[in-house]
């Protein structure tokens, strides 16, 4: 089976435009995670979705924002970039208990 | 609630050394744990699982983790550390109950001498 896949892999945006990312999960997997990781935060959780659902939602501003579409593959937006969202952002798909990763996507906001 | 912590930012051996990474978590329910290695610019790859079979888990690469649920700890080790080893090493801790979203813990750097 195909892993996750992520567009783009690298993306340099300014302060204020907005980015989208995408994801594509496994095969079959029905769930979609986002994180951001950061040198100084390490990984932190940013949404679930499950079956186009938003199910889980980690404690980040409302600039962050994703959907999931039918065939299971997520989009996830962040609009008025700030300098602070320069980040690897990580998409993972799971069936059940053990989640996948993508390679992610490096964000650099200027 | 649950919570990983992981021993150590960063751990160095030589090459051929025994690798101890330590984990230490919190749950309030039977936990499931895992262990996942980063390099650099590439997402997480799962190197092992625990989901309450046997106490002893192999996973990838020669790795091996035990779970002490006395000790609270899912401490991973491979007796013998290769160059290829150096990484970034997350363990992390999820709730068979419910969502599964894992808790992470902030990493170990294993820096490996030749």
């Known amino acids: 089976k195909a892993g996750v896949t992520q567009t783009p892999r690298y993306l340099i945006k300014t302060r204020g435009q907005q980015v989208t990312l995408s994801c594509s999960p496994i095969?079959?997997?029905?769930?979609v995670s986002w994180y951001q990781q950061t040198p100084g935060q390490g990984l932190q959780f940013l949404f679930e979705?499950?079956?186009?659902?938003?199910?889980n939602k980690g404690n980040f501003p409302g600039r962050f924002s994703g959907r999931q579409f039918s065939n299971s593959r997520s989009e996830m937006n962040v609009s008025t970039l700030e300098l602070g969202d320069s980040a690897l952002y990580l998409c993972?798909?799971?069936?059940?208990?053990?989640?996948?990763f993508g390679p992610g996507t490096r964000l650099l906001v200027l | 609630a649950q919570s990983v912590t992981q021993l150590g930012s960063h751990v160095s051996v030589s090459e051929g050394a025994l690798v101890l990474l330590r984990c230490n978590y919190s749950?309030?329910?039977?936990?499931?744990l895992f262990w996942y290695v980063q390099y650099p610019n590439q997402g997480l790859q799962l190197l092992l699982k625990?989901?309450?079979?046997?106490?002893l888990v192999k996973g990838i690469n020669g790795f091996e983790a035990e779970f002490k649920k006395s000790e609270t700890s899912f401490h991973l080790t491979k007796p013998s550390a290769h160059m290829s080893d150096a990484a970034e090493y997350f363990c992390?801790?999820?709730?068979?109950?419910?969502?599964?979203?894992?808790?992470f813990g902030r990493g170990t750097s294993l820096i490996v001498h030749p």
């Open positions: 993972a798909s799971s069936l059940a208990e053990t989640q996948y």
């Open positions: 095969s079959g997997h029905r769930s």
């Open positions: 979705y499950f079956s186009e659902t938003q199910r």
């Open positions: 749950s309030s329910v039977p936990p499931y």
């Open positions: 625990y989901t309450s079979a046997a106490t």
């Open positions: 992390a801790v999820s709730s068979s109950g419910g969502s599964y979203i894992p808790t």
